[in-house]
């Protein structure tokens, strides 16, 4: 700021030097003139032209030629202008006409006289603005301080999102506490009493489990930390009254997994009743999606939610988590060709063991019935990695709608479908000719 103050007052500086320098005033060269270059009383556009604005050039520069500025003694105003008349008397161009607002009257020292003063009145002009910028120059935005409040800005953006973020985590990915029992604990016997002291009244005790806790587990500890309970007696009772407790959560219709920007997989779990939109945009702020990808995924899991719930259900097993609760693991068409992905996507959204994956996956792959065809299928995207696609029923109806699936759960078109029923149907009847 410092800088351009000081080079303000340097070209203002300049400027005024140049005008003191000037032999008249203002006043005297408008006085000279008689008349002010610069009123404008023309109503007419500034480009219009008018045929009698002009005298003729050739009087014109005669009326001055004792004015003018000399080129030497050999120079004849009058003839040089004569000869410029009939020059353009002989032309065969339309005459050229100088706009009305650029128009002088008078020969040359007529129009320098003009010009000085309008270099003047330029300078006067340059000279105030110069004054009024220095004049604003605390009130201006300099790049300096604006990149300074961008920045601040934006860490308070970081700042605010980090927040949010902790608090999301706080509500949403700690284990909630599912059930609290309360249990009344018999008051130790005081030996120094009589026989006729009143009992003791009861001591109460609570004990709470938590989402992913194995609940045998937090029984046991809390009766083996708590004088006067025993595990013959209390075990049972304390259990059931805490699954008793334990409200159950809206059923889990569709999971999609993600790979989060700290490199953790996730999964976007969506209950019935859920809006979609409202969990994606809590699941983004929770592990700091960025914002590009907010709509894509989305998107993404819009999609999911509709094509699963068109699907036919395959099978429902019931689970009973360790931490009591009764949850359903459901295959639809289409997942039952990576039982174990699947199974391990579930326990991530019901936030249950990964130890209960493998064994979800093979009581699926039980009551799935047998395998009769089982095809690799290379899927685009996975690195050459391939699916094997298990079909469990010859039907004709039912081989299209395993292969529509299998190509709708893995992104792959319907010339994919053509293929994968046609594979499908050479394998179920071998030796046969493929037209």
């Given amino acids: 700021m410092a800088n351009e103050r000081a080079s303000l007052r340097r070209i203002a500086m300049t400027a005024t030097n140049i005008l003191l320098a000037y032999p008249t005033t203002e006043k005297e060269d408008v006085e000279w003139l008689g008349y002010d270059p610069d009123d404008d009383d023309d109503d007419d556009d500034d480009d219009a032209f008018d045929d009698d604005a002009f005298v003729d050039s050739a009087s014109a520069s005669a009326e001055d030629a004792d004015a003018t500025i000399s ?16 020059a353009a008397a002989a032309s065969t161009d339309p005459p050229r006409r100088m706009p009305r607002r650029l128009r002088v009257h008078g020969g040359l020292v007529h129009t320098a006289v003009v010009l000085r003063l309008r270099e003047k009145r ?7 603005w110069l004054k009024n910028r220095e004049d604003d120059l605390d009130a201006l935005t300099y790049q300096v301080e604006e990149k300074a409040r961008a920045k601040r800005e934006a860490e308070e953006k970081i700042r ?22 309360t249990v009344d604990v018999p008051a130790a016997t005081d030996a120094s009493a009589g026989d006729d002291a009143p009992p003791a009244p009861p001591r109460r005790a609570s004990v709470a489990v938590r989402e ?66 409202t969990v994606v945009a809590t699941f983004c702020e929770l592990h700091n999606v960025p914002a590009a990808s907010v709509t894509r995924l989305d998107a993404m899991v819009k999609t999911h939610v509709a094509n699963r719930a068109k699907r036919r259900s395959l099978i429902s097993i019931p689970v009973v988590a ?48 047998p395998v009769l065809v089982a095809i690799p299928v290379e899927i685009p995207g996975r690195g050459g990695a391939a699916v094997t696609l298990f079909v469990r029923d010859a039907a004709i109806e039912a081989v299209r709608a395993t292969a529509e699936a299998f190509a709708e759960a893995h992104g792959l078109g319907a010339v994919a479908v053509i293929a994968l029923t046609r594979e499908i149907s050479s394998r179920l009847n071998p030796g046969t000719m493929r037209l």
Wanted: cysteine-free.
């Fill in 322 to 369: 360790p931490d009591g609760r009764a949850l359903l693991f459901d295959v639809v068409e289409g997942e039952q060709h990576e039982l174990l992905a699947r199974a391990s996507e579930w326990a991530l959204a019901e936030r249950v063991p990964q130890d209960a994956a493998a064994q979800l996956a093979n009581a699926a792959h039980e009551r799935l019935g």
């Fill in 160 to 181: 605010a999102r980090a927040e949010r973020a902790a608090e999301l985590m706080r509500e949403y990915a700690t284990a909630k506490t599912l059930a609290t029992a």
């Fill in 212 to 277: 992913g806790d194995v609940l045998d587990d937090v029984v046991t500890a809390f009766i083996a930390a708590t004088d006067g309970l025993d595990h013959e007696t209390h075990f049972t009772p304390i259990r059931d009254a805490l699954i008793g407790s334990i409200v159950p959560r809206p059923r889990l219709i569709a999971r999609v997994p993600v790979i989060v920007p700290s490199g953790e997989k996730a999964v976007v779990a969506i209950r019935d009743g859920d809006d979609p939109a």
């Fill in 122 to 128: 330029l300078l006067k002009r340059a000279v105030y």
């Fill in 71 to 86: 080129d030497g003694d050999d120079f004849d105003a009058a003839a040089a202008a004569a000869a410029a008349a009939a």
